[in-house]
């Protein structure tokens, strides 16, 4: 079981916005640890979407945005597209226990 | 842009040890910023960070299955691998490798994943 929460879906139309929260703890993204989040297509491998907190890698749209306050981060897309139907991850460092990389329990996105 | 390849058995009997390489292309194993990374995914199920090894040598395993899991690395053939020992049918899942990029911890290129099936 991950130490990092998403809901596991979310779904919302064409055009419009959705946020997903990424909730942890301490000893992980309250620990002052960077959040990082992933896309996945289906039948494909994770894509890097959103690092440090924030940051877009070279050809993500800036309609993908990312944010952390406290233990929690959050992840919003706007303008939703078809395309953006996927599986979406956050990722982080924990401390609990003994130290190791961890990902989030993963938020399938639907357009209706 | 580095480019990482997987490849592997794709069938492993129960108690047998996994064996995976990802051939790194575009890129070096040697590379001071990277640490060359597996991690995997039951079918339908999330990801499962399994450990990671830089170019020293040094290595850093997930503690759930450390006592299992050995990663090397060739850098003459810009290759590191993945050994899995006493596999069971949870062991079942796509293996992916991907580098984690040293300053920010995050991982920013990934191969294509190889499924492999610990089946009798």
């Known amino acids: 079981q991950s130490v990092l929460t998403q809901p596991p879906s979310v779904s919302e139309a064409p055009g419009q916005r959705v946020t997903i929260s990424c909730t942890g703890s301490?000893?992980?993204?309250?620990?002052?640890?960077?959040v990082h989040w992933y896309q996945q297509l289906p039948g494909t491998a994770p894509k890097l979407l959103i690092y440090g907190n924030s940051n877009r890698p070279s050809g993500v749209p800036d309609r993908f945005s990312g944010s952390k306050s406290g233990t929690s981060a959050s992840l919003a897309i706007t303008g939703l597209q078809a395309e953006d139907e996927a599986d979406y991850y956050c990722?982080?460092?924990?401390?609990?226990?003994?130290?190791?990389?961890?990902f989030g329990t993963g938020t399938k996105v639907t357009v209706l | 842009q580095v480019q990482l390849q997987e490849s592997g058995p794709g069938l492993v009997k129960p108690s047998e040890t996994l064996s995976l390489t990802c051939t790194v292309s575009?890129?070096?194993?040697?590379?001071?910023?990277?640490?060359w990374s597996w991690i995997r995914q039951p079918p339908g199920k999330g990801l499962e960070w399994i450990g990671y090894i830089y170019v020293s040598g040094s290595t850093n395993y997930n503690p759930s299955l450390k006592s299992r899991v050995t990663i090397s690395v060739d850098t003459s053939k810009n290759q590191f691998s993945l050994k899995l020992s006493s596999v069971t049918a949870a062991d079942t899942a796509i293996y992916y490798c991907?580098?984690?990029?040293?300053?920010?911890?995050?991982?920013?290129?990934w191969g294509q994943g190889t499924l492999v099936t610990v089946s009798s």
């Open positions: 301490s000893s992980n993204i309250g620990a002052g640890y960077d």
């Open positions: 990722q982080s460092y924990d401390t609990s226990l003994s130290a190791r990389y961890v």
């Open positions: 575009g890129g070096s194993v040697s590379s001071g910023n990277s640490y």
């Open positions: 991907a580098r984690l990029e040293a300053d920010g911890y995050y991982f920013d290129y």
